[in-house]
């Protein structure tokens, strides 16, 4: 099974404001909860490694899963790819300019490789893409 979630803001600010906040793993990384810390691990920004804590019974430790960034179109859009012997997940960003500012296209898509975690992402994916979108508003210095 696959898990698929998509949602889309509009904030009041320019493609190139919201382009530096998604584009940055690290932002991205700080807004999921069950992140408890990351890695970059290169210089240009593309790669970054996700240590992730899931609260399902098969998964009892930390999981790195490692990001890279596959497709950039500054300052449009971006998608990342990440794997782990427990998960996949891919992220599209795509960025268009609003009559009032900018609108931000996110979905996910996670495929579980063990008992429990599609279940989790199923019930849960929903409020990791309103943390993104209250990072955003925070980055942004917009109240929600």
Do not use: C
């Not at 998509?6 to 404001?17: H, L, S």
């Not at 382009?19 to 990384?29: G, K, L, M, S, T």
């Not at 596959?70 to 790819?81: A, G, N």
């Not at 960025?95 to 599609?118: C, K, M, Q, S, W």
Request: glycine content about 6%; proline content about 6%; aromatic content about 8%.
């Amino acid at each position: 099974m696959t898990v698929r979630v998509e949602r889309v803001v509009e904030v009041p600010a320019t493609r190139e404001e919201v382009w530096e906040f998604i584009v940055d793993p690290e932002n991205r990384a700080r807004a999921i909860s069950v992140v408890t810390g990351f890695e970059l691990d290169d210089e240009e920004g593309r790669k970054a490694t996700w240590h992730v804590q899931l609260p399902i019974p098969v998964v009892r430790k930390t999981v790195p899963i490692r990001t890279e960034d596959v497709e950039r179109r500054p300052p449009e859009y971006v998608k990342f790819v990440g794997t782990s012997k427990v998960l996949r997940v891919t992220g599209e960003h795509e960025i268009e300019a609003t009559e009032d500012g900018a609108r931000l296209r996110n979905e996910f898509v996670v495929e579980g490789r063990f008992p429990g975690v599609e279940r989790f992402f199923e019930r849960n994916l929903d409020r990791e893409l309103r943390n993104l979108e209250q990072s955003l508003r925070e980055f942004l210095g917009i109240e929600a």
